[in-house]
């Protein structure tokens, strides 16, 4: 079982659409990343959070540390949102990330 | 400021060749990172440097060699490429080994025949 695991693998949406996407880990953390991918391959951060929630914009992070689980929340979804979201935590005492395999979103017009 | 960059962007090699990717940063950041990210799994760390004149293996290293040349520049190096190289290799960076914020290179895309 992989330490992160988000969920859905893959998301189709129709534009103005709300959209979650979540991420459950089994390790203990001392943050929680939200990253997104475009189709060119660049990785940008979106999110850090280590508690509570946090908004940019149309986009929604939560955490939950007793549950072990964060959603990424986007709201009014657009076609320019399609790209691959990436969970990561930082592993408590090493200072690592932990990758999940991603959520591919599209946005439909 | 150009961030991280990384070069080439695409490369093909056959089995056995060797190349070095190149990744670079201009933000003075002192740990410097390599990655693969292959279809299905999360990225994986390959070796990273948390600071000038050290470099430590990650999850995935074998098959690779690293040189972290001065602060800026941190290569990545195949001797003998394998198929199961086949990969997006990506470099990223961050200002302390304890910094939460890490700074992501465009990709290089490598495919090995």
């Known amino acids: 079982k992989n330490e992160v695991e988000q969920s859905p693998q893959n998301l189709t949406a129709q534009e103005g659409e709300f959209i979650t996407i979540n991420c459950s880990y089994s390790?203990?953390?001392?943050?929680l990343h939200w990253l997104q991918q475009h189709p060119g391959g660049g990785i940008v951060s979106l999110f850090m959070?280590?508690?509570g929630k946090k908004k940019h914009g149309r986009l929604i992070a939560t955490i939950n540390i007793q549950e072990k689980h964060s959603s990424l929340h986007i709201t009014a979804s657009h076609p320019r949102d399609s790209a691959v979201y990436i969970c990561?935590?930082?592993?408590?005492?090493?200072?690592?990330?932990?990758f999940g395999t991603g959520t591919r979103l599209q946005v439909f017009p | 400021n150009a961030g991280v960059t990384q070069t080439p962007k695409f490369q093909v090699l056959k089995t056995g060749q060797s190349m070095t990717l190149q990744c670079a940063q201009d933000?003075?950041?002192?740990?410097m990172y390599w990655y693969r990210q292959d279809p299905g799994m999360g990225l994986r760390l390959i070796y990273y440097?948390?600071?000038?004149?050290?470099?430590d293996k990650g999850e995935v290293p074998n098959g690779y060699n690293v040189s972290r040349l001065n602060k800026r520049e941190f290569s990545l190096r195949l001797e003998s490429a394998a198929p199961s190289q086949t990969s997006v290799y990506f470099c990223?960076?961050?200002?302390?080994?304890?910094?939460?914020?890490?700074?992501f290179g465009p990709g290089t895309r490598l495919t090995v025949t």
């Open positions: 990223a960076s961050k200002e302390h080994q304890s910094s939460y914020e890490q700074y």
């Open positions: 390790v203990g953390i001392s943050a």
């Open positions: 959070l280590s508690s």
């Open positions: 990561a935590v930082r592993s408590r005492g090493t200072d690592k990330l932990i």
């Open positions: 933000m003075n950041h002192n740990s």
């Open positions: 440097s948390a600071s000038e004149g050290t470099t």
